[in-house]
Structure formats: C-alpha cells, structure tokens
C-alpha cells in the first residue's frame, strides 16, 4: 500500500521565516492547555502518533516483505538446488503445479512482486482410443505434453501396399518439443496438391481441409484411410520454478525501500501539511497575505489565473464531484484506456482460432508469443515483457486513486459549509478535531478500491506470463537444444481484467457525476484556493486565547453588513451566504 500526500497544485503549504515563528507563539499564545514541548521526551506513543505512525506501519510492512523475501531466497538456495539462476520448488502433478501456481500469484500480488514458472514435458503412458477428428485436434500442436506415440488404425484393402505403418513411426521420432509446424505435417500430406507444396506452405493453414475431409470420413496418411487411432495418453509432469536472479534484484530494491521508509519515520522532525484539515489549522493561524480578500477561489479559478479578482459572486448550486478532477489525469486514464482496447483487439484479430478454449494461466501453442533460447538473458527478458503491464497498470493505478482521493477530499469539504465538523489532521487529533483515514480515503471507497485494484492485478499476471518448456525426446531424454522460454497470453484473462477494470472505472465515472452537498467553492488540493478560504476578519493579536482548530468549525458568512462581505472558517456562529451576492 502506497500512502500519497496531498498534490500541491499553486505554491506549497508550508510556510517559512518569520510566519512558522510567529504561528508556533500564536499557537501558544491561544491555547494554554496546548503547549509546545519540544524540549521534553516523549514516549514513543506520542514520538509516532498521527502521520507518523502511519509512516511507521509503511515501515513495519516493508520490513516484513523484505524478511519474508529474504528468508525465501535463504531457504531456496539451501534446499532447492539452483541451475542458471533457476530453481525447482516443486516437481509433478501438473493439478497440483497449477493450484500453487495461483497461490503463489495471489500471493505475490500482495506483497507487490512478479514471480511465474511453468514447464511441461512428457512420460510414458497406456493406449487410448480417439476418433479422427479428435486425432488431429491433438496432435496438430507445436509441442506434445499430452499424448507420446501413436497408432494409426486402418481397414484391411489399402491402395497403396508398400506403404506400412513403420513410415508412421518414424515421423513421431521428431522432437516433439519443436515449435514447428512440421512436427505434424504427416496430417496434411495426403491433401490433392503438389507433395511438395506442404513444405512451401506450413500445414496449419491447411487444417480445415484436414478437418472437412475427417468429417466426410475421406481423409488419408500415405495412402491408408484411418478408422481411428490409439494413442499413448501421458501424465503431465510441470515444475513451479523462481529465478534466483529476479528474487536478488527484488530484494535489493525491497532493502532500499526500507530503509527510506524508516528513515523517514524516526528521524523526520518536521510536520508537513497532509491533509486539508492540516491547511486549515495551519492558515488560520498564519494568513497568507497573497490571498487576502479572496475567500471564494476556487481550484478552477486558480487554473484560470484569476487570482486578480478579489470579489466573487457566491452560487448557492451544488458543483459535480468531477470538478474537483485533474483534466490532466482524466485524459491519462481514458488515453491508456483506448491503447489498450486498440492494441488488444489489433492482436487478437489476427489468429483468434481456439485461444478462447485456453484457461486462465495455461499453456497453448496458440497463445505462445514468441521463442527462444534457454539462457539466462532470455529469462530476465521475458520476465520483465511478462510483467510490463503490471508497471501500466500501477501508473493507472496512481492516477485513479488520485481522482477518488481528490473528489472524496472535495466532498467532505463541502460539509463544513451545512454543519460543524472537526478538522481532519495528520497528527495526532486534539480536541474535536478528526484523524485522517489509513489509505487517506474513507473506508466504503478505500476497501473496494483495493480488493479491485489487487483483483486486476492477479488477472493480469494470469494473462501475461512467463513459460518455460523443457524438450523431451521419444525416449524421454532431455534435449535441452529445444527448450523454449517466451511468454504466454490468456484471452479468456485479457478480458476478465479488461471487464474488471471497466467496472472499476465505471463506478469511478459514475462517483464524478454525484453533487457536493453545497455550493462551497471547490477547491481539492491547491494550497492557494485553501488559504483563501481561512482568512478571519480580525487579526491573530485580537482574536482569543483559545485555538479554534480543536474546535467543531463551520464556513460561511462572517460580520460585515456591506455590500460586500466575508466567508471564511468560525466556531461561531455563521450565515449561510447568498446567492449572487458579492463576497471576498
């Protein structure tokens, strides 16, 4: 989990020189129960309370992953036995493989790591009988994990005698490994063509042929007519494997994080202004000269550089939360939103033929990628291509929990025009005031945002992954010249995270279209709209000893009986302002 600060879209929140100064005397001054003890030890309750502890917790988790990745790498090494930088967790059921499999990614998610292994190779098996057209739906694949040898079943008159099924044999003693479509050009030699054009032409284009003639029961291999075949059913053999490379590089950049994360929580001394709540207290008791006069700038005025007006007309109409959104976010969203639609339907149509009978996470000719070598650098390289979409998706991610984060903030700030509430603030609360939320949204937002945000992040690593395939001659010997490593796609995945990601940005618009509870200007998380709003009517030296941000505050209309008048935060009693009357 990420927490964020408040984006600072005009000039920063803090204040400096003499300001900070007289803010700290001021604070002292107004409220003698809250000293400032600086000088005095504290506890390690009150040293990590409010952001801090929440920075702690950061801390703490960051710490445990690195523990847990760093006691996994031990315990591998020790007990796994590593072979270029790839070791074996587990050897056997393929069932057993894929359900660990699964664990493992949900898992990983989590903790915020890429890990996917997965081969296959073949044993020996018994005999089973399939029908032609079954017959060569098995065995048109680029590589075999399923069926070994096979028997070709035929009637006793042949046209064509000398041919006898040892010439059959003998075309199963390929690799049957090889991403090639000769492994299984046997099927379509018999196709009315030249015999050579099959080697031009490779024969997976020629399969619906293939296929038209199993159905009319006319379909020949060197001359006979098969009445059906036997074939040698195996027990898929698949390892779970890591990259001893990839979990070294994760925990280097997990020790890093740590230790900025705790650095940060034990020796950061100052107190930064997180949320509004912060902005409030911090600008009612230190006024910024430069928005003085201006108490209905808004965050869209600001971007409009209208900063010059200093009186404003008040509309009491409610605004739509998307007021409070980045334009510049939104356009990011619905720009990678359309890419991805795009790239997605460019490539699947151009051979979508059987890749949506392939289930989440599993291995098909069909929806292998690309081939290569089994080297080191091929592993990393295709590690990093598998797990590209996980880094898009995290910027995605970043960019819509900004959005919500903006508009929820935005909401509950229109609150404090329709009744008194306490503050919202990072430290530790005082008083009336409020403590922030742990994922700085409220939890009826943050708690669904996650669970679909780590929803899409499994469904991603389903749909993009890494696959190694160990080759296997007929007699079971390894031949490590055709192993394969590439990375390997699920439609079936693709458009479950695509339809996830839909809803979430769905309910996302559909938050952007709900309206504030008043007419308070908006204005999300630009410091300069937010000092605009807390300017008092009488100074810091005439106001009384006690400090309103502990306080229940409310904005709106305060003193004056001009034709111009005044809005800002009070703990007094405040007028609902009017409609098109002038304020500043």
Same mark, same amino acid.
């Given at each position: 989990?990420?927490?964020?600060?408040?984006?600072?879209?005009?000039?920063?929140?803090?204040?400096?020189?003499?300001?900070?100064?007289?803010?700290?005397?001021?604070?002292?001054?107004?409220?003698?129960?809250?000293?400032?003890?600086?000088?005095?030890?504290?506890?390690?309750?009150?040293?990590?309370?409010?952001?801090?502890?929440?920075?702690?917790?950061?801390?703490?988790?960051?710490?445990?992953?690195?523990?847990?990745?760093?006691? /996994?790498?031990? *315990?591998?090494?020790? &007990?796994?036995?590593?072979?270029?930088?790839?070791?074996?967790?587990?050897?056997?059921?393929?069932?057993?493989?894929?359900?660990?499999?699964?664990?493992?990614?949900?898992?990983?998610?989590?903790?915020?790591?890429?890990?996917?292994?997965?081969?296959?190779?073949?044993?020996?098996?018994?005999?089973?009988?399939?029908?032609?057209?079954?017959?060569?739906?098995?065995?048109?694949?680029?590589?075999?994990?399923?069926?070994?040898?096979?028997?070709?079943?035929?009637?006793?008159?042949?046209?064509?005698?000398?041919?006898?099924?040892?010439?059959?044999?003998?075309?199963?003693?390929?690799?049957?490994?090889?991403?090639?479509?000769?492994?299984?050009?046997?099927?379509?030699?018999?196709?009315?063509?030249?015999?050579?054009?099959?080697?031009?032409?490779?024969?997976?284009?020629?399969?619906?042929?293939?296929?038209?003639?199993?159905?009319?029961?006319?379909?020949?291999?060197?001359?006979?007519?098969?009445?059906?075949?036997?074939?040698?059913?195996?027990?898929? &053999?698949?390892?779970?494997?890591?990259?001893?490379?990839?979990?070294?590089?994760?925990?280097?950049?997990?020790?890093?994080?740590?230790?900025?994360?705790?650095?940060?929580?034990?020796?950061?001394?100052?107190?930064?202004?997180?949320?509004?709540?912060?902005?409030? #207290?911090?600008? #009612?008791?230190?006024?910024?000269?430069?928005?003085?006069?201006?108490?209905?700038?808004?965050?869209?005025?600001?971007?409009?550089?209208?900063?010059?007006?200093?009186?404003?007309? /008040?509309?009491?109409?409610?605004?739509? *939360?998307?007021?409070?959104?980045?334009?510049?976010?939104?356009?990011?969203?619905?720009?990678?939103?359309?890419?991805?639609?795009?790239?997605?339907?460019?490539?699947?149509?151009?051979?979508?033929?059987?890749?949506?009978?392939?289930?989440?996470?599993?291995?098909?000719?069909?929806?292998?990628?690309?081939?290569?070598?089994?080297?080191?650098?091929?592993?990393?390289?295709?590690?990093?291509?598998?797990?590209?979409?996980?880094?898009?998706?995290?910027?995605?991610?970043?960019?819509?929990?900004?959005?919500?984060?903006?508009?929820?903030?935005?909401?509950?700030?229109?609150?404090?025009?329709?009744?008194?509430?306490?503050?919202?603030?990072?430290?530790?609360?005082?008083?009336?005031?409020?403590?922030?939320?742990?994922?700085?949204?409220?939890?009826?937002?943050?708690?669904?945002?996650?669970?679909?945000?780590?929803?899409?992040? *499994?469904?991603?690593?389903?749909?993009?992954?890494?696959?190694?395939?160990?080759?296997?001659?007929?007699?079971?010997?390894?031949?490590?010249?055709?192993?394969?490593?590439?990375?390997?796609?699920?439609?079936?995945?693709?458009?479950?995270?695509? #339809?996830?990601?839909?809803?979430?940005?769905?309910?996302?618009?559909?938050? #952007?279209?709900?309206?504030?509870?008043?007419?308070?200007?908006?204005?999300?998380?630009?410091?300069?709209?937010?000092?605009?709003?807390?300017?008092?009517?009488?100074?810091?030296?005439?106001?009384?000893?006690?400090?309103?941000?502990?306080?229940?505050?409310?904005?709106?209309?305060?003193?004056?009986?001009?034709?111009?008048?005044?809005?800002?935060?009070?703990?007094?009693?405040?007028?609902?302002?009017?409609?098109?009357?002038?304020?500043?």
């Amino acid at each position: 989990m990420e927490l964020t600060p408040l984006r600072r879209d005009a000039e920063p929140l803090m204040h400096s020189g003499d300001n900070a100064s007289k803010s700290k005397d001021y604070h002292e001054f107004r409220h003698p129960d809250i000293q400032s003890d600086w000088n005095k030890p504290k506890s390690f309750k009150e040293r990590f309370a409010g952001w801090r502890r929440t920075l702690l917790v950061g801390c703490v988790i960051s710490v445990v992953v690195h523990v847990f990745n760093l006691g /996994f790498a031990l *315990w591998a090494v020790q &007990h796994r036995h590593v072979q270029n930088g790839q070791g074996v967790l587990y050897a056997g059921d393929c069932k057993k493989v894929r359900n660990a499999g699964i664990g493992f990614h949900l898992m990983i998610n989590i903790l915020s790591t890429a890990l996917l292994g997965a081969s296959n190779y073949s044993q020996n098996g018994t005999l089973y009988r399939l029908e032609n057209s079954a017959c060569v739906t098995a065995y048109t694949t680029a590589f075999q994990s399923t069926y070994g040898s096979l028997i070709l079943v035929t009637g006793n008159a042949t046209p064509a005698d000398h041919f006898n099924l040892v010439y059959t044999q003998q075309v199963f003693k390929t690799n049957v490994a090889v991403v090639d479509a000769s492994g299984y050009n046997w099927i379509c030699e018999d196709l009315e063509h030249h015999q050579y054009e099959w080697q031009l032409t490779p024969c997976i284009t020629s399969l619906p042929q293939v296929q038209a003639r199993v159905a009319e029961n006319n379909w020949t291999v060197g001359g006979y007519k098969p009445e059906y075949c036997l074939v040698e059913e195996l027990t898929p &053999h698949c390892k779970l494997q890591y990259s001893l490379y990839l979990v070294v590089i994760v925990i280097a950049f997990n020790t890093v994080k740590a230790i900025v994360l705790c650095y940060v929580a034990f020796n950061s001394k100052d107190s930064p202004l997180l949320t509004t709540g912060d902005a409030v #207290s911090s600008f #009612s008791r230190a006024p910024d000269q430069y928005s003085q006069g201006m108490c209905l700038l808004s965050m869209e005025s600001v971007r409009q550089s209208a900063k010059s007006s200093r009186t404003m007309t /008040f509309d009491t109409n409610p605004r739509r *939360w998307r007021s409070a959104m980045s334009r510049r976010r939104c356009y990011s969203i619905a720009l990678a939103a359309c890419v991805t639609l795009l790239v997605l339907g460019l490539y699947l149509s151009f051979d979508s033929t059987g890749i949506w009978s392939v289930g989440l996470g599993q291995i098909s000719t069909q929806t292998l990628i690309s081939s290569g070598g089994y080297t080191i650098s091929s592993v990393v390289a295709n590690s990093l291509v598998a797990n590209l979409p996980q880094l898009i998706f995290s910027m995605l991610y970043f960019a819509c929990n900004g959005l919500i984060t903006t508009m929820a903030l935005a909401h509950e700030w229109s609150h404090y025009a329709i009744q008194w509430k306490g503050l919202r603030v990072s430290a530790e609360p005082m008083g009336s005031q409020r403590s922030t939320y742990f994922l700085s949204l409220p939890y009826r937002y943050a708690i669904p945002f996650i669970i679909s945000s780590t929803l899409v992040h *499994w469904l991603i690593s389903e749909s993009l992954f890494l696959v190694m395939i160990e080759a296997y001659t007929v007699g079971m010997e390894r031949d490590p010249t055709n192993d394969i490593i590439t990375c390997g796609y699920s439609a079936v995945a693709i458009v479950a995270t695509i #339809s996830v990601g839909a809803v979430a940005l769905g309910a996302l618009i559909g938050l #952007s279209f709900k309206r504030f509870k008043s007419g308070m200007p908006v204005t999300g998380s630009c410091s300069l709209a937010l000092a605009a709003s807390c300017h008092a009517n009488t100074s810091p030296a005439d106001l009384s000893q006690e400090d309103e941000s502990v306080l229940p505050l409310q904005w709106g209309e305060v003193g004056g009986k001009g034709p111009v008048r005044h809005c800002t935060f009070s703990s007094a009693e405040v007028q609902i302002p009017q409609h098109g009357w002038v304020y500043q």
